[in-house]
């Protein structure tokens, strides 16, 4: 309220009225008075003089002007920047880390198709540090298969891009290969890796399987050590059987077992920039292509 004090009083000096400062304002000539009257208490003493049906400004008038109108201006330039920033056309988005080329293709596609490369900044994370980012508002949109604190703000909102079956990651050289068709109680002699840092790895597809359900998971810090892992101890991981990134070894579908994971955008639902909403249905429709 003291900034609209000020307002007021600039105003009062501009028009030489209070009626039309009211008016401008979009308050009575009364409100305008009493908050000049508060800022003169303020100031300790008089900052306009009415004689001859003019209004002139004291010699402490001239000093509170002078600083009032640099106060509105930075508020203005503050506001201006602000909707700016709202308006932005950048817009950064993180992708989980272990979210494989393919799914980066289908993002090159969107971009080709509609946009600019300068609309977008883009960064490989992983779930802890997207998680973060998006709380403080460093990202605008983050893509992964969820985030790493157990409660979800309510300022936080999601939208399901695509959901894909889970498989059996193994090493190239696994002996799970050597079963025909194996199926997931085949696993339970297996040790199953999952990590903190790649969430389908430890939550999804548990409910859909009792076996798996009951079965303990040896969890280690990132996805790159689940690899190793899983290639050289003969293990398995429950992964993305579509978008999930690995080089030296296979992705197994079990025969009769359907859990799926989803890959979601999460994005701060308070967050004003015009192409959010409409990035998020891109999204949604160049990875279902």
């Known amino acids: 309220m003291s900034l609209w004090k000020y307002k007021y009083f600039l105003d009062v000096v501009e028009l030489k009225s209070f009626t ?24 300790g003493g008089t900052l306009l003089e009415r004689g001859n049906g003019e209004i002139c400004l004291t010699e402490l008038g001239e000093i509170v002007y002078e600083h009032a109108r640099e ?13 700016r920033y709202k308006e932005s056309s950048v817009l950064r988005i993180g992708i989980d880390s272990s979210i494989n080329k393919l799914f980066w293709a289908k ?23 997207g998680s973060r980012m998006l709380r403080e508002n460093t990202l605008d949109i983050y ?32 002996s799970i290969n050597e079963h025909p068709e194996f199926k997931a109680k085949d696993l ?24 798996l359900l009951t079965q303990g998971i040896e969890l280690v810090d990132n996805v790159d050590t689940m690899k190793l892992k899983v290639e050289f101890n003969d293990g398995y991981a ?22 799926e994971c989803v890959i979601k955008a999460f994005y701060r639902k308070k967050r004003n920039k015009k192409k959010i909403k409409e990035i998020l249905e891109e999204l949604q429709n160049v990875v279902k292509s």
């Open 20 to 43: 039309k400062a009211g008016a401008r304002n979009y308050v009575t000539q009364t409100a305008v008075s009493q908050q000049i009257a508060s800022l003169e208490k303020m100031a």
């Open 71 to 83: 106060m509105v201006l930075i508020h203005e330039r503050m506001l201006n920047e602000i909707e």
């Open 107 to 129: 993002m090159q596609k969107m971009i080709n198709d509609k946009h600019s490369e300068k609309d977008f900044r883009f960064s490989k994370l992983d779930s802890y540090i």
């Open 143 to 174: 893509i992964g298969y969820g985030l790493n604190d157990l409660e979800q703000p309510d300022e936080i909102g999601e939208k399901p891009l695509i959901s894909s079956r889970i498989g059996a990651y193994i090493g190239h050289e696994s």
């Open 188 to 211: 339970e002699r297996y040790v199953r890796y999952g990590t903190k840092s790649y969430l389908c790895s430890v939550m999804n597809g548990q409910k859909n399987d009792p076996q």
């Open 238 to 259: 429950l992964a993305d059987s579509r978008y999930f990134s690995y080089y030296d070894g296979d992705m197994l579908l079990l025969p009769g077992y359907d859990g």
